[in-house]
């Protein structure tokens, strides 16, 4: 080989976009308001996440399409090649522009909590940080600038995590059995709606081609991709559970109500005068790392399901994700959250998640397309079980989304 590639590669950029904070804030909530009891609902996601990237990835490497490429030629010249465009417009394109703001406050926030300097500066400073390095269309300076703002997350979670010395017998119960505590529903739908996110699928079907080029033998791609999936996930994984088990160990069954704002300030007894430190740093790696990801995500799939080209220095892809960046940017430095625009994003990622789910398992038994590749049984029972679990979350997402209408 002329080059040597490191483990961690585009499944990092899938850790780094799904560990917002969004999920810092949902995983908090999930520890606090049901202790350990949930843990259970974050393995799946994490399974179903690998599963679903694993076959987006070995699509990309054998076809080299994108999965927005093979949605469009699958189905080009009938209304559902329509259908799958203007879906993945909507939830990606604009989705990813509502979801920009949540993105760049969270890391303004991490700022802010341990400077007092107000927040619309720190926030446009992020978003400028993000253009930045989008501006420079170097696949492998994002790749290390994201392996290094996982790795920081990992790191201050995981310490914090030890620290705070959690039941370990308590944990392995969450986790190995599985239950449903009162009026805990909704949070195991946001744990798994925060975790396998449709997005995802067409960052990391576009971005392991940039990794392994076709002149690399496609087993060996494969088998690179494979360890670099289940490793790069599997580590947002652990993040997660750190996140979960601090929040529960804090948190659960304690006097105090749990808010944003006590996020950091309840772990003082635990970690004392470094509690916001940690959690400011955790919170800023979490929201500049999905500032980076959600807008290169956003120009892959548009660009790819368009017919326009991938190119990270290619002018329609740099417009989309300048349009997508300066949305979130703009919201967050003059503190509007674009409710109805993220509403509507929820409702076209509702529809997105389960139709790409069934795509995918359904492609992935082309024998004519993949050869020796196409999916075996093993592959088709996890997947099959995750798109009826996408389903159902599909559904109740929008039911959520109908009723906040």
């Not at 805990?184 to 925060?194: D, F, P, Q, W, Y």
């Not at 979960?244 to 772990?267: H, K, P, R």
Request: hydrophobic residues 55%.
């Amino acid at each position: 080989m002329q080059h040597s590639r490191s483990k961690f590669g585009p499944g990092i950029l899938v850790t780094a976009a799904f560990i917002g904070p969004g999920t810092v804030t949902t995983a908090s909530i999930a520890g606090a308001q049901f202790g350990f009891a949930l843990l259970w609902a974050l393995a799946f996601s994490v399974l179903a996440t690998i599963v679903l990237q694993e076959m987006a990835a070995r699509l990309a490497l054998v076809t080299r399409q994108g999965l927005a490429q093979a949605l469009r030629s699958s189905y080009s010249g009938s209304w559902l090649g329509t259908a799958a465009v203007i879906l993945v417009v909507a939830a990606v394109g604009v989705g990813n522009a509502a979801y920009q703001t949540g993105n760049i406050t969270g890391a303004a926030l991490g700022l802010q909590s341990i400077s007092g300097i107000g927040l619309g500066w720190w926030a446009l400073l992020v978003g400028l940080v993000a253009g930045v390095l989008l501006a420079s269309g170097t696949y492998a300076l994002i790749e290390k600038l994201l392996i290094a703002l996982v790795l920081l997350m990992s790191v201050v979670f995981l310490l914090t995590l030890a620290m705070v010395r959690p039941s370990l017998g308590a944990m392995l119960d969450g986790l190995l059995v599985p239950s449903l505590p009162p009026g805990s529903l909704l949070t195991v739908m946001a744990l798994i709606g925060t975790t396998v996110v449709p997005y995802n699928l067409f960052l990391h079907a576009s971005a392991v081609q940039e990794k392994w080029p076709p002149e690399v033998n496609t087993r060996q791609a494969l088998h690179e991709s494979r360890i670099d999936t289940g490793l790069s996930i599997g580590l947002g994984g652990l993040i997660t559970l750190a996140i979960m088990s601090t929040s529960a160990a804090a948190f659960f069954g304690g006097d105090i109500a749990f808010s944003a704002s006590s996020m950091s300030q309840q772990l003082e007894p635990l970690l004392g005068a470094w509690a916001r430190y940690f959690f400011a740093a955790g919170l800023f790696a979490a929201g500049l790392s999905s500032a980076v990801t959600a807008p290169l995500a956003a120009a892959y799939a548009v660009c790819g399901v368009l017919g326009w080209s991938r190119d990270l220095r290619g002018r329609h892809f740099r417009i989309v994700w300048l349009s997508v960046l300066l949305c979130g940017t703009v919201f967050s430095a003059i503190g509007i959250k674009p409710l109805a625009a993220i509403l509507f994003a929820q409702a076209a990622n509702g529809f997105l998640l389960p139709f790409c789910a069934v795509f995918l398992v359904m492609i992935m038994n082309r024998r004519d397309v993949l050869g020796e590749y196409a999916n075996k049984p093993l592959a088709n029972s996890l997947g099959v079980l995750v798109v009826l679990v996408t389903v159902a979350l599909g559904l109740l997402k929008l039911q959520q989304v109908v009723g906040a209408l």
